[in-house]
């Protein structure tokens, strides 16, 4: 038997059909008969974010000079301008306390050593398998001078970075479980310990960044195209461009297809604020009892539970990401479980405002004052509008989505009926919230396009800060009051 052998002329012409399928340019073409050794870099998505259209993100800094302005101060202080900071232009306001805060906590003096706090951050971001916020603080931990390797994986940091394993993995996933002894163990580690102000900066930077991570995740951030992640060296797709169209950007259609206009759902948005004006005339009618009252956050934080927050199976990390923590199997699991009884945390009991806020800022000069402009800013953030609709009042609605995630967290205010949140936030909304919150790493693009239909981009990216906030205050509540208890 005989093996089939191509002719030349057979192999050069199929060489000549492939370039004229590629489209190579005559310069690629020439190029492509030496051998270079360069490889090309493309990006793997269009733009900053995999749920919202390049150009709409873009477009915000053209008209705003507000937004460019912070824009510009952001790269002169930091030298680049991450796709977090551009998908949060939509809300500039916001941004400018949000990049302030993170400034103070990674960049000015304070209780740790600049290595530290972007270790810190690491550790943070890869409970979450978060490998966009891993990324950037590998090279910024590298760049202050930290050891190479400490990133080889938690195991060879030092013991004192060590010790802080399990209260990251307790803080991201489980925070109600925090107790003294958790501080006490820190606080009381001989050689290795913790002095209070130097537990509170870690503290602000473990939450930080536990709730950055849900952002970033719950805007679908794509990783910046020199980043890891953020390119590739293979070949593009067939197209009419040349490759080194492609490589170049050039060969991105400005055309994205929008879910919101062809899944238009009819008077969505009507009916929510029909419900928010019911819901207001009910409020001036009649009020509800506290044993009401109570009753009605022990249901939603029964109903919550029953929020599925994915379809997906288990993500599992990365070995790149799995060895900056331990027990990688912890995850969220619902506070009030069969067997298990956690107590609900009153507000009137443990607050930010009477507790938490002076706390960190007699530990950590400022920063509670940041912290606490940066929560009003987005709790209070509001342009009157709903989708179309101008000159409405979105308080009620901005209070469900906050307190909804309180309750998730067995957060309870005592003046707050919960029997609003079911009329305000219907289940698809819910799913998102939680999968963001609680499992960021499983937000997907359908859950992003499956609530608030009729609704912009930036309202959903408003949702997102909320969202970011909300959570972090609740780490920040159970840490501050277990640190609190430790004094006492």
């Known amino acids: 038997m005989r093996h089939a052998v191509a002719s ?24 492509s008969k030496r051998d270079l050794g360069v490889r090309i870099p493309r990006p793997l998505g269009n733009g900053p974010s995999r749920f919202i259209p390049e150009q709409e993100i873009l477009q915000v800094s053209k008209v705003d000079t507000r937004t460019q302005s912070i824009f510009e101060d952001a790269f002169a202080a930091l030298g680049r301008l991450d796709n977090v900071s551009l998908v949060m232009g939509f809300h500039p306001q916001y941004l400018d306390s949000f990049l302030r805060t993170q400034h103070y906590l990674l960049q000015m003096d304070g209780p740790l050593s600049l290595h530290y706090r972007h270790y810190i951050c690491i550790m943070a971001a890869a409970r979450h398998q978060c490998s966009y916020l891993v990324n950037l603080h590998v ?25 802080l394993g399990e209260l990251n993995k307790i803080l991201a996933h489980r925070p109600w479980l ?8 820190l606080l009381k580690a001989e050689e290795h310990s913790w002095s209070l102000a130097e537990l509170i900066h870690a503290v602000v930077l473990l939450t930080h960044y536990h709730s950055l991570a849900s952002f970033t995740f719950g805007c679908g951030i794509m990783a910046e195209i020199h980043c890891d992640g953020g390119h590739t060296f293979r070949p593009p797709s067939l197209s009419q461009y040349c490759m080194c169209d492609i490589a170049n950007g050039n060969g991105h259609s ?27 005339e009910g409020r001036d009618d009649e009020e509800a009892s506290q044993e009401e009252m109570a009753t009605r956050f022990e249901r939603e934080k029964t109903e919550s539970m029953l929020v599925v ?25 619902d506070f009030s479980r069969s067997g298990e009884h956690v107590p609900t945390l009153r507000v009137q009991d443990y607050s930010w405002e009477d507790h938490g806020f002076s706390l960190v800022n007699r530990l950590y000069p400022d920063v ?3 912290l606490d402009e940066k929560f009003q800013m987005a709790y209070n953030l509001t342009y009157n509008t709903m989708a179309t ?10 209070r469900a989505i906050w307190n909804y995630i309180h309750c998730m967290f067995g957060i309870r205010y005592d003046d707050y009926d919960y029997g609003e949140i079911n009329q305000l936030l219907d289940r698809s909304f819910k799913i998102y919230i939680k999968t963001m919150v609680c499992s960021p790493e499983k937000t997907t693009k359908r859950m992003y396009e499956s609530f608030w239909r009729q609704f912009q981009h930036s309202e959903k990216v408003h949702v997102n800060l909320l969202l970011m906030e909300a959570r972090m205050q609740a780490e920040l509540l159970y840490a501050l009051r277990a640190i609190t208890r430790y004094m006492t």
């Open 8 to 31: 030349a002329e057979s192999v050069e012409n199929n060489s000549f059909a492939v370039t004229s399928l590629l489209k190579i340019c005559a310069h690629c073409e020439r190029l």
């Open 309 to 333: 927050t994915a379809e997906d199976e288990e993500c599992v990390p990365s070995r790149d990401i799995s060895r900056h923590f331990e027990d990688p199997t912890y995850g969220y699991q």
């Open 139 to 163: 090279n910024d931990f590298l760049q202050v001078g930290g050891d190479p390797k400490w990133l080889n994986g938690l195991g060879e940091a030092p013991q004192k970075l060590q010790q």
């Open 389 to 398: 609709h101008k000159d409405v009042d979105t308080s009620m609605l901005r």
């Open 368 to 370: 509670g004052q940041m």
């Open 178 to 185: 925090l107790t003294k002894e958790h501080m006490k163990c």
């Open 254 to 280: 400005n055309h994205h297809d929008d879910p919101f206009g062809n899944q238009e759902v009819c008077g969505e948005v009507e009916v929510l604020m029909e419900r928010m004006k019911q819901l207001q």
